[in-house]
């Protein structure tokens, strides 16, 4: 082709161009029909392929076969499900004909639908294969050929919504009206300078800045900003409704985008006096309240206000799991759905503490004045809830399973002079009565199983406990305790229990004492109790046979397949023939070595240290009181 200055006239271009390029234009058009052709079949080919893996998946998943002629009411739908954050309501209001049933998955792709009919099923198959839900969601739906493998829906993820509520634990649904939501948003002032972008939200503090890497306030910095005045409504309804007992002065606004969350923590024990509460707007979100194994998911609806007190306030941790969506109960459906986030705004209302700091809850793990440490003053409910109540529940099962004497314990007692008086401090069943005939035995327990027991055998045995013994000073020869200083919650506590062994040993006596140890296997002999637990670790009882003590979830539960990972734990108690609380949690302090040696020799007066050794996973003591001349 030739282009000279006439060719600048389109006409003569054209016709030029006409008349040269014919052909090349046929072939430029016939090659167009065919890559339109080719695309066709490849989106065909791309959407075979598409469906040929959904059915391997569901397949495999599920061992439901997905068929391409209707065989009973049963649809699967590829592109509902709870991965897309798609709700059931949202699926019923959607689908016409509406379906009866609708049955979801946690992070699944896709739903199984039950229509009305099998004529229903095809409908919406005819209806909605290969359309578009949203722009993300192309749906691809499939006959089910066999419904009855269609699986339940897995009710345990929301299982927490129901249990493990922890106590303290309120929400006061529809707190403010919708105009007062709305006002809020408007006034809420986001003063850019102020507000600090963390990774996961936006937030601002008025008050005093709570500082969330160690989720606590300086006192002595005030913020310019105190808490603006549009809220005092609000804040008065707080304090007058008792969810607060004051006027709080430190707020923190936080502002969560869908997919945006809190880390799990708890707000510093000593900072703050009473409750805490959080008001919700804009958005509906689960928060997750964590204890030690449990978890409890709760639905913190726009408008509400959350109030954390007790076991939800100190005992726990809270935080939102970043995600655009909750999975939560359908309470129009049943079963359950997805609840997806929106723009959530919380204002957490808190009220600094002033003057002594100290705070004296029961969960010692999570309180920064206690540091982990069991509170005194906590101590002696702890024992009655975790040991003494659970030897009542578990006395007869014990008396069962445990009849041997141990043989140094049996050795001693024997060893005893004729004429001596010996007392045995958590005596149990008896064990080491009558073994040897020229002694005066006094047994001493606290659970009424085990006295019963023992009087039944005609010994002497008096209800009382370790802590303040009902005899007078200087009265026994001997003193024996086995296994039960280790159920004794503070250091102070159990040397209070090794001055009362003392006080009532005359000078010269001989007490002996047997312990937990940490240490399950010191010298590689393991001991039997854990080679017993290892043995009988087939034995995996329901949860719901699973006694735990919500108040206590702090301690962690010792499983008996490993070692002792702390000192302070619950030791399950396993009842094989029982189907209701099969299994019961003691508490236990499981010894270091040389730990019991020191409590000893630190009680006043301190005795002489006669033997000490370890046997079977125990620490062993014996001494002597000293006799003051
Ligand atoms: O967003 C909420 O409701 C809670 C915020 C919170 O836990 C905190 O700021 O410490
Ligand atoms: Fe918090």
Not at 405 to 425: A, H, Q, S, T, Y
């Amino acid at each position: 082709m030739e282009l000279n200055s006439k060719d600048v006239n389109g006409e003569v271009f054209l016709s030029r161009l006409t008349l040269e390029d014919e052909k090349q234009s046929e072939v430029l058009a016939a090659s167009q029909v065919e890559r339109e052709n080719r695309s066709v079949g490849k989106a065909e080919r791309k959407k075979i392929r598409k469906v040929a893996r959904i059915k391997h998946v569901v397949a495999e998943q599920c061992g439901v076969t997905i068929s391409d002629e209707p065989t009973n009411e049963w649809l699967v739908v590829w592109g509902l499900g709870i991965a897309f954050g798609t709700s059931k309501e949202e699926i019923m209001a959607y689908l016409d004909p509406q379906p009866v049933e609708v049955r979801l998955f946690v992070d699944q792709s896709y739903s199984f639908l039950r229509c009305d009919s099998q004529l229903d099923a095809s409908k919406l198959k005819e209806k909605y294969h290969g359309s578009n839900f949203s722009e993300r969601q192309m749906l691809y739906v499939g006959f089910v050929q066999n419904s009855e493998e269609i699986p339940e829906e897995d009710i345990r993820q929301i299982m927490s919504f129901q249990s493990n509520i922890p106590n303290g634990l309120s929400v006061f649904g529809e707190f403010i009206t919708k105009e007062e939501e709305d006002l809020i948003i408007k006034n809420l002032y986001v003063d850019p300078t102020l507000v600090s972008n963390l990774k996961k939200r936006t937030v601002q503090h008025f008050g005093y800045e709570f500082r969330y890497g160690k989720n606590d306030v300086d006192a002595d910095s005030p913020l310019p900003n105190k808490i603006p005045d549009y809220l005092k409504p609000f804040v008065s309804k707080i304090v007058y409704c008792g969810a607060l007992p004051d006027e709080p002065d430190q707020l923190t606004v936080n502002q969560y985008l869908p997919g945006q969350g809190i880390p799990p923590h708890c707000d510093t024990h000593s900072c703050f006096e009473g409750p805490i509460v959080s008001l919700s707007l804009g958005s509906n979100v689960v928060m997750d309240f964590r204890q030690a194994n449990s978890i409890a998911s709760v639905n913190l609806p726009a408008r509400s206000l959350l109030v954390m007190r007790g076991t939800s306030r100190y005992g726990c941790t809270h935080g939102i799991t970043p995600r655009t969506w909750d999975v939560i109960p359908d309470e129009t459906y049943g079963g359950i759905t997805v609840q997806a986030r929106k723009l959530r705004i919380s204002l957490t209302f808190r009220k600094l503490k002033r003057g002594e700091l100290a705070c004296h809850c029961r969960f010692p793990s999570l309180c920064d004045t206690q540091n982990g440490k069991i509170a005194d003053d906590n101590a002696s409910v702890l024992e009655h809830d975790l040991v003494h109540k659970v030897y009542e529940d578990i006395a007869e099962h014990f008396i069962e399973t445990r009849h041997r004497p141990w043989p140094k314990v049996k050795e001693f007692v024997k060893n005893l002079i004729p004429g001596d008086r010996l007392l045995d401090i958590g005596c149990a069943n008896g064990k080491y009565f009558r073994i040897n005939h020229d002694i005066l035995e006094v047994g001493m327990d606290m659970c009424t199983g085990f006295l019963m027991t023992c009087r039944a055998k005609g010994n002497n045995v008096v209800q009382a406990n370790g802590l303040f013994l009902p005899f007078q000073d200087s009265y026994f020869e001997s003193v024996i305790s086995i296994a039960v200083l280790h159920h004794i919650s503070t250091k102070e506590r159990r040397m209070r229990f090794m001055s009362e062994i003392l006080r009532v040993m005359v000078p010269g006596g001989i007490g002996l004492i047997y312990v937990w140890a940490k240490d399950q296997s010191v010298e590689q002999t393991q001991s039997t109790w854990s080679k017993r637990q290892r043995e009988r670790n087939s034995y995996n009882p329901p949860d719901s046979c699973v006694d735990l003590v919500s108040d206590y979830l702090f301690l962690p539960v010792h499983d008996r397949d490993n070692e002792f990972s702390h000192n302070d734990m619950l030791v399950p108690w396993v009842n094989h023939q029982e189907k209701k609380y099969a299994v019961r949690h003691r508490y236990y302090h499981v010894f270091n070595e040389g730990e019991l040696e020191e409590l000893i020799t630190e009680t006043q007066p301190a005795p002489k240290i006669l033997e000490a050794y370890y046997e079977q996973g125990n620490w062993v003591v014996k001494f002597q009181k000293l006799v003051v001349s």
